[in-house]
């Protein structure tokens, strides 16, 4: 479910304008690979990746949607990692008790009461961190800094790109 605040859809690039589209997403994955890796373990680097497919594909590169987000991004990890922790501290009692809160989030998300943190990109978060080969692997707390550092450096790499678009295109 999305709320009335997402980003209309953007219309589609002619064949050139795609190519040079895709050089810059190749350049940027790439960089993001780089410095990814220099910070983060390969296991978690992929929350910086998951994080840019919601916000380019949901949120139309929208950077007034950055916060929403990686707001709901951090929430969808939560809620898979609790899960987990609970199961760890109670057994299957944390398990049920676990999911309950798991069930309440997507709850949240299905009414739409508080947007920011219960949306989209926690539901998708949640659906991948929750996937038992993830959360048999991951070291969640490094995933949630690898998801807000890759969301952060992408944010600001579009940004920049965009400002720099604009002034070539002014100038033409």
Known sequence: MTDSTSAPAAAV?????????????????????????????DLTLFGGFLLL??????????????????????????????VVYLTQQMGSTGTIIGLLVMVAGIYLQVINLLPMLFNAAAMLFLTVAAAPLIQLKVDFVELALATVVGGLFFGLAVEAIKRIAAKFGAAA
């Open 53 to 82: 497919w919601h916000w380019a594909n949901l949120e139309a590169l929208e950077i007034k949607r950055m916060p929403a987000t990686i707001a709901g991004a951090l929430v969808g990890i939560a809620l898979a990692w609790q």
């Open 13 to 41: 690039p002619g064949p050139l304008a795609g190519l040079g589209i895709t050089a810059i997403v190749v350049v940027l994955v790439f960089a993001w690979t780089v410095i990814g890796t220099m910070l983060f373990s």
